[in-house]
Nanobody, 121 residues
């Protein structure tokens, strides 16, 4: 079993900051790319940012300059710091990780349960 548990969502006002965290646990051999996705009501799930095991990052254009993704490989955690939040950042944010469970098995994508972020005055 592999679990991804997110924390840090909530209600914030426009212009404020928020930090999301996600921890992977369970039967894990290696964690490869980790990332954050979000899904707003009536919209498709979209990539916010991801980070490789080596630390290379990728951001959606909509959050470039406002978001910073980081990870701790020793703890199998990934965090997303978002600043200058806007109403359009309101969504359920999901943690995603590409994880292999043994030396000989291929990796699979795992998802967290999601955490709500609401940006409103």
């Amino acid at each position: 079993q592999v679990q991804l548990v997110e924390s840090g969502g909530g209600l914030v006002q426009p212009g404020e900051s928020l930090r999301l965290s996600c921890a992977a646990s369970g039967s894990i051999f290696a964690v490869y790319t980790m990332g954050w996705y979000r899904q707003a009501p009536g919209k498709q799930r979209e990539l916010v940012a991801d980070i490789t095991r080596g630390g290379s990052t990728n951001y959606a254009d909509s959050v470039k300059g406002r978001a910073t993704i980081s990870r701790d490989n020793a703890k199998n955690t990934v965090s997303l710091q978002m600043n200058s939040l806007k109403a359009e950042d309101t969504a359920v944010y999901y943690c995603n990780a590409d994880i292999s469970r043994s030396l000989t098995s291929m990796s699979s994508a795992y998802w967290g349960q999601g955490t709500q972020v609401t940006v409103s005055s």
